[in-house]
Nanobody, 127 residues
Framework: QVQLVESGGGFVQAGGSLRLSCAAS????????MYWFRQAPGKEREFVSG????????SYADSVKGRFTISRDNTKNTLYLQMNSLKPEDTAVYYC????????????????????WGQGTQVTVSS
């Protein structure tokens, strides 16, 4: 059974940092692009960042560019998101996701491009 388990969320003051992790089990995702999405209350789920299967290519939403860094460790089947200079508008539930296609990387994926989702981890940034 495939599982994606996020961790590292929490409560932080504006300007602070958090590092999210997403541990995958049940299969290996080293040949699949992976992404972070987020969903704030009353809003649609939105793309945050993506990384190709090799880790060579990354992309970011304009709202987080320069503040967030995505990475992956295929030996550990784990995805990361380092979040710095957090703002109150970053408050949301953060989800990791796996692309539905083998060795296909999308710079701006949508929910339709995802085959697996994690359960989400809450990030709350106070002003």
């Amino acid at each position: 059974q495939v599982q994606l388990v996020e961790s590292g969320g929490g409560f932080v003051q504006a300007g602070g940092s958090l590092r999210l992790s997403c541990a995958a089990s049940g299969r290996t995702f080293s040949n699949y692009a992976m992404y972070w999405f987020r969903q704030a209350p009353g809003k649609e789920r939105e793309f945050v960042s993506g990384i190709s299967w090799s880790g060579r290519n990354t992309s970011y939403a304009d709202s987080v560019k320069g503040r967030f860094t995505i990475s992956r460790d295929n030996t550990k089947n784990t995805l990361y998101l380092q979040m710095n200079s957090l703002k109150p508008e970053d408050t949301a539930v953060y989800y990791c996701a796996v692309d539905r296609s083998y060795r296909w990387y999308r710079t701006l994926p949508t929910s339709r491009d995802v085959s697996y989702w994690g359960q989400g981890t809450q990030v709350t940034v106070s002003s």
